[in-house]
């Protein structure tokens, strides 16, 4: 990682024939984020996942504008059309509601619900794990052992129990799904942060007079923040199947509103009439969950984490 | 080894007292009175707070937890607000069906992990290595709830080679090991093993490429062992860290199963909790999810335990 600082310095002489180091000197130049990107961008398979995920995101965002038909209105007359039919090309449900027009606006639910709690727990998780792993000591035994508490259910199971103890709902699955995530992201924070306390420019930072929380904003969270990030993205997909599966259950949406697995459960009756109509909400949960899968691999290799 | 038993066994306690805790607190977590899903609209304050007695939520937190805790360790989980039978019996009964399917379920995902992962170890960066590579991405990134539709709609709807539901023809909830039964678990299991399967298939193949890059393969194949000699070796020093794997699926497989056994009907515990959650019915959630929890620290401490025994790298610490 010299590199820089040699090139930098043999620019600041002024000597010219330091030519040779100039295309390794131009690299580093990118910065750190600047190198992921450019080899995620050389990553094919992580390419193709990035490029899904954002026709996905594009067609939650503009779903109410872009459905072809009202993914509200049924028609007892034509329930669970084929797919390829001619008015609907994905079919229609049980209620004979439009699928393709269902499973646009269904995105935007299962989007949001499979996306945010990994967001609050990546916010919340790193916060816990940074204080425990910096600060050391009994803050980390009382945090660090209430934390395998958590880690005593399976994640499936708590998701259920709690979204079960706290009623259905939008609103409650996506806390029992933060429940379920904080542990786990605030488990690698911690050994992150652990092992980064004792480095050079920690001290460094702490004899120049920075106060603690100056050196766990910058120092620290400078530091630890990539590898948290990149175990968050790999949640994701979990999280995604799992609040599907909530709503599957009937613990998260509510009908009418789509979202791709309350879909799968009302379909379940289907199966034998419309089979491939039936399972097409759970394609769609597989697609997205295994494109953010595909792409948090590909990050991790150009970040070059090692797990 | 006693010694280290006992040491772990310390360190699991308060992480079960925790666990029971967490338990404890679900019932209070819950919006509104946990009976009022029993009571009729129109009781009379005088029933409701004989029933309150009679349950013990008209004392305070800490003494409810007491008593239910001692109540616990002397195998009493309480009385099911919706069947009135003890939830022991009902957790036991389900806990069984549970068993049963998931380790059919890890056996089946651990042969195949196995395999794929050491074909996968041996032969870096082949075709072979990619199929297993796109095998264990698709275990952990399909929602096992619709793999399991998909094979019903497969080998029953369509082929109509298995049952879609159930564990036994007599539509009993208690599975056996004959033939009949055995159609029964066939489509679950399957559906099931793919989670574990690909996470050993994963675990694996890191695992046997990094054994095999290591020097010791080298000095094997140096001093004229056979190559299937140098595969025992390495048999042997995965083994530890497998089984290890097989074990906490096994765990998480068992406290998983819900989505799985309400799309197979399979009478097991996540169909007791589906039902415990639908009719509100507390006690039978709490005991069912305390009992899942304590089954799941119990495995990871023998697993941690079977593991050190295995492997001698490991320090007793």
């Known amino acids: 990682m010299t590199a820089p600082l040699t090139a930098g310095s043999v620019a600041l002489d002024g000597n010219i024939t330091a030519a040779p180091d100039a295309p390794e000197a131009f690299i580093a130049s990118r910065g750190f984020w600047g190198h992921v990107g450019h080899r995620l961008v050389r990553d094919p398979v992580a390419m193709a996942a990035g490029i899904l995920i954002v026709i996905v995101i594009a067609i939650a965002i503009l779903s109410p504008w872009i459905t072809p038909m009202d993914p509200y209105k049924g028609s007892m007359l034509r329930r669970l059309k084929p797919v390829g039919d001619a008015t609907y090309w994905l079919g229609s449900d049980e209620l004979g509601r439009d699928m393709i027009s269902r499973l646009m606006l269904g995105s935007r639910l299962s989007l949001f619900m499979g996306v945010t709690p990994v967001l609050i727990a990546f916010v919340i998780g790193s916060g816990i794990g940074i204080l425990a792993g910096y600060v050391g000591g009994w803050t980390n035994t009382i945090l660090m052992r209430t934390i395998d508490v958590f880690f005593a259910f399976p994640s499936v199971l708590l998701a259920i129990a709690l979204s079960g103890a706290l009623g259905a709902g939008i609103f409650n699955s996506i806390v029992s799904l933060t429940c379920v995530f904080v542990p786990q992201i605030a488990r690698v924070a911690e050994s992150v942060t652990t092992g980064i306390r004792r480095r050079d420019y920690i001290d460094a930072a702490k004899l120049s007079g920075a106060s603690a929380f100056t050196i766990m904003r910058v120092q620290v969270l400078g530091n630890v923040i990539g590898p948290i990030f990149v175990y968050s993205t790999s949640l994701i997909s979990v999280s995604m199947i799992l609040a599907s599966g909530l709503s599957f259950l009937g613990l998260g949406v509510r009908p009418p509103e789509p979202e791709w697995g309350l879909m799968l459960n009302t379909l379940r009756t289907a199966i034998y009439v419309n089979p491939v109509v039936a399972a097409l909400p759970g394609l769609a949960i597989f697609i997205v969950s295994i494109s953010f899968n595909l792409f948090s691999d590909g990050l991790r290799s150009a970040m070059e984490i090692r797990q | ?317």
């Open chain 2, 1 to 317: 080894m006693l010694l280290y038993i006992l040491k772990r066994l310390v360190t699991v306690t308060p992480v079960a007292f925790g666990v029971s805790i967490v338990c404890f607190l679900l019932v209070h977590l819950a919006p509104g009175d946990p009976l009022s899903a029993v009571l009729p609209a129109d009781a009379t304050q005088q029933t409701i707070d004989e029933m309150r007695a009679a349950y013990g939520f008209d004392k305070p937190l800490p003494i409810q937890y007491a008593i239910w805790l001692w109540h616990v360790l002397h195998g009493d989980l309480g009385v099911s607000i919706a069947t009135g039978r003890p939830v022991a019996q009902e957790v036991g009964r389900a806990v069984i069906n549970s068993l049963i399917l998931a380790s059919v379920a890890t056996l089946i995902g651990f042969t195949f992990g196995v395999f794929f992962g050491f074909v996968a170890g041996y032969r870096r960066n082949s075709i072979l290595d990619r199929v297993a590579s796109a095998l264990s991405v698709f275990g952990v990134s399909v929602p096992h709830y619709w793999l399991g539709m998909v094979l019903v709609i497969v080998f029953s709807a369509t082929l109509g080679w298995l049952p879609p539901t159930g564990a036994g023809p007599d539509g009993s909830g208690n599975w056996r090991p004959d033939f009949d039964h055995l159609r029964y678990i066939i489509l679950p299991a399957v559906t099931m093993a793919v989670i574990p399967m690909g996470i050993i298939a994963r675990t694996v193949r890191a695992l046997v490429a990094d054994i095999l890059s290591q020097d010791f393969v080298e000095a094997l194949r140096a001093k004229g062992l056979s190559e299937f000699g140098v595969f025992k070796h390495v048999v042997r020093n995965a083994a530890p860290t497998a089984l290890a794997i097989m074990g906490l699926q096994l765990g998480y497989l068992l406290g998983g199963s819900i989505l799985i056994e309400t799309v197979f009907a399979w009478p097991g515990t996540g169909f007791l909790l589906n039902a415990a959650i639908f009719q509100r019915d507390l006690p039978l959630l709490q005991g069912s999810i305390l009992v899942l929890a304590m089954f799941f620290v119990a495995l990871n401490l023998i697993v941690d335990v079977m593991q050190t025994a295995l492997d001698p790298r490991i320090e007793r610490a």
